[in-house]
């Protein structure tokens, strides 16, 4: 099974860009689709994006379109979230999450080996 960890997380003023990471180990992301979610104080775990690891495809949700990037880095096993034009409403805790399943699934559950999170707090 393959064991995720985030990072990237912090303090940020509104407008500016940051970038999260997902390292897999134990094994590589091969044949597993890799999501980002996100859960705000007080508020369910939502989903942000997915990528396919093996074609690279992405999918997002609505809000994140034109505003998040999901990418992979094969050679480092990584998968990354680049957030542009940061606003406080993205202020949670950002979860890398994999699955062997290639299908897209907005549902938490459907992702089997999560993250401890990373926290991205966005204020001025």
């Known amino acids: 099974q393959v064991q995720v960890v985030e990072s990237g997380g912090g303090l940020v003023q509104p407008g500016v860009s940051l970038t999260l990471s997902c390292v897999a180990s134990v094994r590589a992301f091969a044949g597993y689709s890799v999501v980002w979610f996100r859960q705000a104080a007080v508020k369910e775990r939502d989903f942000v994006a997915h990528?396919?690891?093996?074609?690279?495809?992405?999918y997002y949700v609505d809000s994140a379109k034109g505003r998040f990037v999901i990418s992979r880095d094969i050679a480092n096993n990584t998968v990354y979230l680049q957030m542009n034009s940061l606003k406080p409403d993205d202020t949670a805790v950002y979860f890398c999450?994999?699955?062997?399943?290639?299908?897209?699934?907005?549902?938490?559950?459907?992702?089997?080996?999560w993250g401890k999170g990373t926290l991205v707090t966005v204020s001025s």
């Open positions: 990528i396919n690891w093996d074609s690279g495809r992405t």
């Open positions: 999450s994999a699955s062997p399943s290639t299908l897209v699934s907005r549902a938490a559950g459907a992702y089997n080996y």
